[in-house]
C-alpha cells in the first residue's frame, strides 16, 4: 500500500540538544530532512545546501510573496523559512520529513497540516539546560541569559506540541522519537486507506454469500 | 513525579483476536483490566467477578440510575456496562486499565473523557477474520456471517478511532500496541505538570541571576 510521508517538526529549548537528536535519527535512513532557508550569514562551517540554504532579503521575500515557504519567521533581524518543494516531494514519495525550526513557526505549520507532528525536545532539568549552554564556551554569560529567557517564554507554550519528550540520554530519547512515528503511523486519521480496504474486502465477502 | 493512569479502550472486529492480544498485554504487568458488567447468563468457563460481573436488569438499572458506569449497550437483548468506581480507583493509583468494549460503548467514553486513547484492532484481511471465526468452530454459518455484517459496519466508523492496529502476528501487535502507550505518555496535554516543573525551573533560575 503506497503511503504519503509524515512530516515531523522538532523544537526545543536552545541547549536541549536538539541538533544532536536530529544527527541520530538521520542515521535511521527512514527520515529526510528539511533544509531551511535564511537570510544570515553562514556561520565557520556551515555549508550552503547542506545546513540552510543562504539566501538575499529579496530572494527571501519573493519566495514569501510566491508563497513557496510553509512557514517564517525573523529571529534577530533575520529571516528563517522552510521552502516547500522539497518537502512535498519527499512525503509525496512516502518519505518521512525531520523539519528542526523554532516555536513560532511550528505552530504555524500545526494550523495549517493539523496531522503534522509536532515535538518539543526538553532537558531533565533548567540547571542542565544552563551547564549545557555554557559548555559550549562559545557564548558570553548574556547571551546565554537571553537564551534561558526565550526558553522561559517557550515553556508556557510548549503544551500546544503533540509530544513533550525528555533528552536525558541521547539513545533513549532518539528511541523514544521512533516510537511515537511508529505509534503515529497507525493513527486513524491516518489509515483511511486501510479502513477503504476493509470496507471493500467486507463487501465482496458479505456480496459472495447473499 | 506522582502520575494519573491512562485509559485505554480497545475494541476490534469479532474474531480480530482481542481476548488474546489482551491477555498478551496483562503478561506485561502495566495495565490493570477492566471488568464489565453483563446481565447475560456465565457461558461455560466463565467466572463472576474475572471475566463479568453477572448481575440483573434490575441491578443493572440501578448503576444505570445512579451514574455508576462509565458506558453501557446492549447487544442481543442483554446489557454490557463498565463499572466507573475500579477504573477511577485504578488511574488514581496511576495504574493504565484497560477497557475492552464495543465500538458503541467506546466511542460514548471518548466523548466524556478525550484524553482515553482508543485502539481498534483487525485482521490483515477480511478473508483471515472469516477464516478465524470459522476456525472457533462454535458457531453456526449464519451467526458467523451476522457477525461479518456486524464488522463491515463497524469498518465505516473504524476512523474514530486513535489508533488501528493490524493483529497479524500476536507479538509485534501487543509490542505496536506498548509503543503507542509510550509515545501517548508523552503527548504535550499529559505533560502539564513537567511544564509547570519547568515553568518553575525557569522563574527560579532566572531570578537568582537578575
Do not use: W
Not at 519566495?63 to 517564517?72: C, D, G, Q, S, W
Not at 504555524?108 to 542542565?128: R, Y
Request: hydrophobic share 40%; glycine share 8%; net charge neutral.
Amino acid at each position: 500500500m503506497e503511503k504519503r510521508g509524515m512530516l515531523l517538526i522538532l523544537s526545543g529549548f536552545s541547549g536541549a540538544g536538539k541538533g544532536t537528536v536530529v544527527k541520530g535519527l538521520m542515521k535511521q535512513g527512514q527520515f529526510a530532512l528539511s533544509i531551511s532557508a535564511t537570510t544570515r550569514s553562514p556561520r565557520e562551517g556551515e555549508v550552503d545546501g547542506r545546513d540552510y540554504f543562504f539566501i538575499s532579503h529579496q530572494e527571501f521575500e519573493t519566495m514569501i510573496r510566491e508563497a513557496a515557504l510553509y512557514e517564517y519567521a525573523t529571529y534577530c533581524g533575520n529571516h528563517y523559512g522552510t521552502p516547500r518543494e522539497y518537502v512535498d516531494k519527499q512525503m509525496a514519495q512516502g518519505r518521512d520529513v525531520i523539519l528542526e525550526i523554532e516555536m513560532q513557526g511550528a505552530l504555524q505549520v500545526k494550523k495549517m497540516f493539523p496531522e503534522a507532528v509536532l515535538i518539543f525536545i526538553v532537558p531533565p532539568t533548567v540547571t542542565v539546560l544552563k551547564e549545557r549552554l555554557m559548555h559550549r564556551g562559545t557564548e558570553e554569560m548574556d547571551v546565554i541569559m537571553r537564551r534561558l529567557k526565550r526558553s522561559s517564554e517557550e515553556a508556557r507554550s510548549m503544551d500546544q506540541y503533540d509530544y513533550i519528550v525528555v533528552n536525558d540520554q541521547l539513545e533513549p530519547c532518539i528511541e523514544a522519537i521512533v516510537h511515537i512515528v511508529e505509534a503515529e503511523r497507525q493513527r486513524g486519521f491516518r489509515s483511511r486507506r486501510l479502513q477503504q480496504k476493509f470496507i471493500d474486502e467486507f463487501a465482496l465477502i458479505l456480496k459472495g454469500d447473499n
